[in-house]
């Protein structure tokens, strides 16, 4: 009697390796420069107070930076969107936390040198044991840019369980996390009335524009090669964005400044420099220089405030004309950009990214 042959086991197929976007890392390390951008033209805008009368060119200058700068916290929550959605969805909850431990072991470690460094000067508007408890609860003092990672870290949360919900998994851990960061105002609040203690304020939340942004930017960064394709329709987004950024100027001259990251021309402004962005192609010698400033960029974001606040006082006059005032923003901008990216590259070599970022 013949036997049956075992069956053979075929080799799993290996998934598909996923090119590497080096357009996304492009936008990234813009969006960095933007965020610096931002606030050293607030740096200029707080010399002139905030009017066109303390210094006319200071302010027009601070202005125009500011209004272009105005798209990089949208962009940022783009890249996040199509990290979690598209580009390197969670695989379960454990990387989930891995990401999260990335973002808030740094935050937490600056925020004690930001503390510090503002009692070494004097600056702390509070004790500075008080404003270390309040940074728990989502407070941005000293460290005022911090407060974008306060919104960035739930949304990274929420959609990173909605992508694993979706894969068929569980993340019951995650899962716990998210729900107990949406009832935390309302819990906190309820115990500081029966207790009858001062309520902390709690931010880490989002608002929807922050999630319509991430979302927005996971479809439009996946649209294929052939939908964002072609130097024609390139040079009509970038039109398109010199547009919207004089928009912008405008609405933060006349109505508010700064301008709503959720405004209709900042939405318009990010859109249209991202499209203009979206899989352009960046040549293979720059790929690796490019590559290493997209991996120092969170760390130059977390550190910049260090340097900006540093280098201001030696740049800034109110009483500056067109040319002093362009030159300023120019070298305030510059020098923070370089001593931040060096200083995070060389923490990298120093592998020292889980602590600094």
């Known amino acids: 009697m013949r036997t049956a042959a075992p069956a053979t086991r075929r080799p799993p ?4 390796r ?18 610096i951008v931002c606030h050293a033209a607030a ?5 002139v107070g905030r009017d066109p009368s303390g210094g006319g060119p200071v302010y027009g200058t601070a202005l125009t930076g500011d209004a272009l700068s105005r798209s990089a916290v949208p962009l940022f929550f783009a890249i996040a969107g199509w990290v979690v959605l598209c580009g390197a969805p969670p695989r379960d909850g454990g990387q989930v936390r891995k990401r999260l431990a990335r973002i808030v072991v740094p935050m937490a470690v600056w925020t004690v040198v930001y503390l510090v460094w503002d009692r070494i000067r004097d600056a702390n508007t509070d004790p500075t044991r008080q404003l270390a408890w309040d940074a728990l609860f989502a407070s941005v003092r000293p460290a005022f840019h911090l407060w974008y990672l306060y919104a960035y870290v739930p949304v990274i949360l929420l959609l990173s369980v909605a992508a694993l919900v979706r894969a068929g998994k569980r993340p019951w851990g ?4 998210l729900l107990g960061l949406a009832l935390a105002p309302s819990l906190l609040g309820d115990l500081a009335r029966l207790l009858d203690v001062d309520r902390p ?7 929807v524009y922050q999630i319509v942004y991430a979302v927005a930017g996971a479809m439009l960064l996946s649209l294929p090669q052939a939908a964002v394709t072609g130097r024609r329709r390139r040079l009509l987004w970038l039109a398109g964005g010199l547009c919207a950024w004089g928009a912008v100027a405008v609405y933060e001259h006349r109505v508010h400044f700064p301008g709503a990251y959720g405004s209709v021309v900042v939405a318009l402004l990010a859109g249209t420099l991202l499209m203009a962005l979206n899989r352009i192609g960046v040549p293979e010698r720059f790929r690796p220089l490019l590559g290493r400033l997209a991996g120092a960029s969170f760390g130059a974001y977390l550190v910049h405030l260090l340097f900006l606040e540093a280098v201001a006082p030696y740049l800034v006059r109110a ?18 950009v370089a001593l931040s990216f ?9 592998r020292l990214t889980r602590w600094l970022g």
């Open 13 to 16: 197929v290996p998934a598909p």
């Open 18 to 35: 996923r090119d590497h976007r080096y357009d996304i890392d492009l936008i990234r390390v813009l969006a960095a420069v933007g965020v």
């Open 43 to 47: 740096e200029l805008m707080a010399a």
């Open 174 to 177: 995650v899962g716990a996390v």
């Open 201 to 207: 304020d709690f931010a880490w939340q989002f608002g």
């Open 319 to 336: 009483g500056a004309g067109w040319p002093g005032a362009v030159a300023a923003l120019t070298a305030l901008t510059a020098s923070t």
């Open 342 to 350: 060096a200083a995070a590259l060389l923490w990298t070599r120093l």
